[in-house]
């Protein structure tokens, strides 16, 4: 049975380097519940990020390697078994790794949690489905991104935790003799990140996943493009905090928010030659035209 929250949870959601951390900085400064210290530097929370995790890993799929997924939806069955599970451990004592202790101990669960909550999870487009038959009422927030910006972004992503990775390994080496080369100093992460190619057509994978799910939820959904967002922020987290339902007193601090943007980051590939020429290679494939990205040359 679905979860009757007092206060349904809003849902944010967007393919990785897209602006879903951007998001939940400026949402949770106006008064949405995100985890509170239960969170990761990128604002995930933990209970949620686990159990987003475990999904994928249960069917032997990664957040860089999503696929499995759409052979899961394809099984009732497992889809049932799945989303139940994920009702058991909402209505347990286990979100108390969402709440905390003093909020578990006030509300006792989030059926009963009175005030405005939420996650982020890039892997929410894809979990989704599960979630609403957790919680049928829930909000979504779905924010896109050129997917140039994405795979260059990506890359430097995975570049730097390279670099981090060998030297953790090597500072530790000493410590961790229990392990074989292998496992201390191999290559270890999301490899497809590494490659221009790669990247984009893991956004490709995430931006016709999420437009399949938005497409059966009529209403309660609020769709944005990144560009667009770092063009207006102002209007667009106003618009934000009205579709939240977030406390009106909190709405005094939308312009303080809004200076804070990096607008910037809007069409940083314009800034890049090799991203540029990837840009010309691509920028006519379905989901680049049908996003309105097919022409960005100009405007930034």
């Known amino acids: 049975m679905p979860i009757d929250c007092i206060r349904p949870p809003v849902i944010i959601m967007g393919m990785a380097r897209s602006g879903t951390t951007m998001l939940a900085e400026f949402l949770s400064g106006l008064g949405l519940y995100l985890g509170g210290e239960h969170v990761q530097e990128d604002l995930e929370a933990y209970y949620f990020f686990r159990a987003n995790r475990k999904i994928f890993l249960q069917i032997h799929g990664y957040s860089d390697n999503p696929s499995p997924m759409r052979y899961f939806y394809r099984n009732q069955e497992a889809v049932e078994a799945t989303a139940r599970s994920l009702e058991a451990d909402a209505r347990s004592w286990r979100i108390v790794k969402y709440l905390g202790w003093r909020r578990f101990l006030r509300h006792r669960s989030l059926a009963r949690y009175d005030q405005l909550w939420g996650w982020k999870d890039p892997r929410n487009v894809f979990t989704l489905p599960l979630w609403l038959k957790v919680f049928p009422n829930a909000k979504v927030i779905y924010i896109v991104r050129n997917g140039v910006d994405v ?3 990506l890359r430097i992503m995975e ?6 990775r060998q030297s953790q390994s090597r500072r530790l080496a000493a410590f961790l003799r229990g392990k074989s080369a292998l496992e201390r100093v191999g290559f270890r992460g ?3 990140h590494l490659y221009l190619d790669g990247g984009f057509s893991l956004w490709e994978e995430y931006v016709e996943q999420a437009e399949t799910v938005l497409a059966a939820i009529e209403k309660r959904k609020f769709v944005l493009r990144y560009e667009d967002f770092l063009a207006d922020p102002a209007r667009y987290l106003a618009e934000l905090h009205s579709f ?3 406390d009106k007193d909190s709405a005094t601090r939308i312009d303080a928010f809004a200076s804070q943007a990096k ?3 809007a069409g940083a590939f314009l800034q890049d030659q090799e991203l540029m020429a990837f840009y010309a290679a691509v920028k006519n494939t379905p989901w680049m035209t049908r996003l309105g990205y097919s022409d960005m040359l100009t405007g930034y």
């Open 159 to 164: 570049q730097r935790d390279i670099r981090k």
């Open 263 to 265: 607008r910037d980051r």
């Open 151 to 153: 795979a260059g972004s």
């Open 190 to 192: 999301a490899v497809r």
């Open 244 to 246: 939240c339902e977030l």
